[in-house]
């Protein structure tokens, strides 16, 4: 139920205020199959509906469209999920979106579990909720208020039991994308929850006041409510209050979040916090995605590691063994011929495969720095073309990626880097030595066909921005070699594979902190010939001759606004450690050697493992055999 309801007016979804309206929510369910399992589970998805919204006399008089307008409006609702790109949105509808699933998920899950209990003490043992990030935190007010409201429960009994139900994940530690919802929508539309989360707020204050006294600052930096103008509602403090545990995705980011982010609520409540590295599943993004590879792993060391990816260490000794080097080689080489058939086959672009396959494929953000890798790629266009004679092997440079609807410098970035294809392609100087192709429509489908052909994966997020990634991890158990930042599970990647297997390069996340105050992208224009040629050959319009002047808003980004993300404070360890790579490159038993390193030590990134820490540190959940 809403304090507001909806109409469409113009073809596009109105809120009308103060007039209270009731959705209706239509359970899909999905089968979620396991690998070799013997039972299938479900997710369960929702729909909206709006409850008697067909005005049958409306219809009958022949006004067909009008009869529709309330359904229409609240099927609008679930039509589209908001791609998260953890940034440039801010819509009413996200909010009432958000409730809705809140709302339809915590009833249903509450109906199934008074179906065996009535005694409702024992909720958090039979329930687990996970927040995946902020967005359902509004399941800490609405669990409260089927406590309260529905249940009868007091405050303390009905606050004790939605804590030790709820544990909450956080995903990024970006500032624009930490979700705050103006207070007076919640006025509107969820009044009583509104009420409830003012009470948390209150005894939060109360117990901040008790635990740090005449610390007036604290309270307020630990509030639910920001107080700047506007009252917003911080929905990550939300999530934090009101459960029982909250994670972080990768070891640095995990403490980032508590020592920088949300220092202040972990200061009150350090047993909450904790970490879970993310992981990938070796079903899809091994055995699945790359048979060849897969195949010549299970001859070497038997099938187990495809449910126990921690097998895959009993490889490490096979780094001297040729036979398998060459057996890793000959199924990656298979894999990049079969991903150049398709490419051919699928959009007409021929890739040798023969060049070194180089890859950064991801949502395009600022803070993962496809840029950064585009001025490096210009950087070796100008070295080839000064100097023809330049031995360099012959590289392939694959990017892809999709930007979020509003995101305009991340649009345009996706236009540079086609310009750059298209101006590196129509050049007869670098012709079979350097090549870039931008892939659209990036998806899962082409990730899976994509990495497994790469020869080398490129990580190179400022450091300190990156909460975990999972394409690392995706390149790495395929044999791909990064290059890369200090940053997200990276860092741990590095770690178990040994920092010797890895292109690791420019400032870690304490420098990125250390020297912002002072950093200067200008300095680096002027004092490193490469960078400066580079950039003065894209502002000079080089790759965009018939449009002058397109890319100036990059130029405004990197050089007039100060650099957000450092582009030119790492440009050139990101060239030293290319250097170093294309050196490992030319000598085929150390590149195979440093592959076989990589897949042998990237068990631990399985996420068998991440849901195991879960299931056993957050849910206090064990295996359930099925006979
Ligand atoms: C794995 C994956 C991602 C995540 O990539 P990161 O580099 O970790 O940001 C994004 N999109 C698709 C399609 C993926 O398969």
């Known amino acids: 139920r809403l304090g507001c309801s909806f109409e469409v007016r113009g073809g596009t979804l109105g809120v009308v205020m103060g007039r209270p309206s009731a959705l209706q929510g239509i359970p899909y369910d999905r089968p979620v199959v396991g690998y070799g399992g013997k039972n299938i589970n479900t997710l369960r998805l929702w729909s909206a509906a709006a409850p008697g919204a067909f005005d049958f006399a409306a219809f009958s008089a022949g006004e067909f469209v009008s009869a529709l307008a309330g359904q229409l409006s609240a099927e609008s609702l679930t039509r589209v999920l908001y791609p998260d790109d953890s940034t440039s949105m801010g819509q009413g509808l996200r909010f009432v979106q958000e409730y809705f699933l809140v709302a339809c998920s915590l009833a249903d899950l509450v109906r199934r579990f ?41 405050w303390e009994e009905a606050w004790d039991l939605t804590r030790r139900t709820l544990a909450y994940t956080n995903h990024t530690l970006l500032p624009e994308a930490l979700e705050k919802w103006p207070l007076r929508w919640f006025e509107r ?83 909450r916090f904790g970490n879970k590295t993310n992981g990938v599943t070796p079903r899809r993004w091994l055995l699945l995605a790359n048979p060849a590879l897969a195949g010549s792993i299970t001859a070497a060391i038997g099938d187990r590691w495809i449910t126990d990816l921690a097998e895959l260490e009993r490889l490490a000794p096979l780094t001297e063994d040729t036979g398998f080097r060459d057996a890793v080689h000959d199924a990656r080489r298979r894999a990049k011929s079969s991903f150049a058939d398709w490419l051919k086959t699928n959009s007409g672009v021929v890739v040798d495969p023969d060049s070194i396959f180089d890859s950064q494929v991801k949502r395009i953000h600022e803070y993962k720095r496809q840029f950064l890798n585009g001025l490096r790629v210009v950087v070796l266009y100008n070295r080839l073309r000064q100097d023809p004679a330049l031995e360099m092997a012959p590289r392939t440079f694959f990017f892809a990626g999709k930007a979020a609807p509003a995101y305009e410098l991340a649009k345009l970035v996706i236009k540079f880097l086609n310009n ?56 790495m158990m395929n044999g791909a070699l990064t290059i890369g930042t200090r940053d997200g599970a990276t860092i741990e990647m590095a770690q178990a594979a040994g920092e010797e297997n890895f292109f690791l390069f420019g400032l870690t996340a304490q420098q990125v902190t250390n020297s912002r105050p002072w950093y200067s992208p200008w300095w680096h224009y002027k004092h490193e010939p490469e960078t400066r040629a580079a950039l003065n050959l894209i502002f000079s319009d080089h790759f965009s001759r018939y449009e002058p002047g397109a890319f100036l808003p990059l130029r405004r980004a990197l050089l007039e606004a100060g650099d957000r993300y450092m582009h030119l404070a790492d440009l050139s360890a990101y060239l030293q450690a290319d250097r170093r790579l294309l050196e490992a490159h030319a000598d085929r038993d150390r590149w195979m050697r440093m592959a076989v390193a990589n897949i042998a030590h990237s068990g631990r990134f399985s996420s068998d493992r991440t849901i195991v820490e879960y299931a056993s540190e957050i849910w206090q959940a064990s295996p359930c055999p099925v006979p």
């Open 114 to 154: 008074r179906r065996g209990h009535d005694d409702w003490g024992s909720l958090p043992d039979q329930v687990a909720i996970q927040l995946n990030d902020t967005h359902p935190a509004m399941a800490v007010p609405e669990l409260m208020r089927i406590l309260l409201d529905e249940a009868g429960l007091g």
């Open 189 to 271: 539309l969820l009044p009583r929850q509104l009420e409830i989360i003012l009470e948390i707020d209150r005894r939060l204050a109360a117990e901040v006041r008790a635990r740090f006294p005449g610390d007036e600052g604290r309270i307020a930096r630990s509030s639910l409510v920001e107080n700047d103008g506007d009252r917003r509602i911080r929905m990550a403090h939300l999530a934090i209050v009101g459960s029982h545990s909250t994670n972080g995705v990768a070891a640095i980011h995990s403490e980032l979040l508590r020592k920088v982010t949300v220092r202040d609520l972990a200061e009150l409540y350090p047993e």
């Open 420 to 475: 750059l294809a298209g101006t590196i392609d129509g050049d007869p100087a670098v012709r079979g030595r350097l090549k870039v192709v931008f892939l659209p429509e990036y998806n899962v489908s082409l990730a899976e066909r994509l990495i497994p052909a790469s020869d080398v994966s490129n990580q190179i997020s400022t450091a300190g921005y990156e909460a975990s990634g999972t394409s690392n991890m995706k390149f």
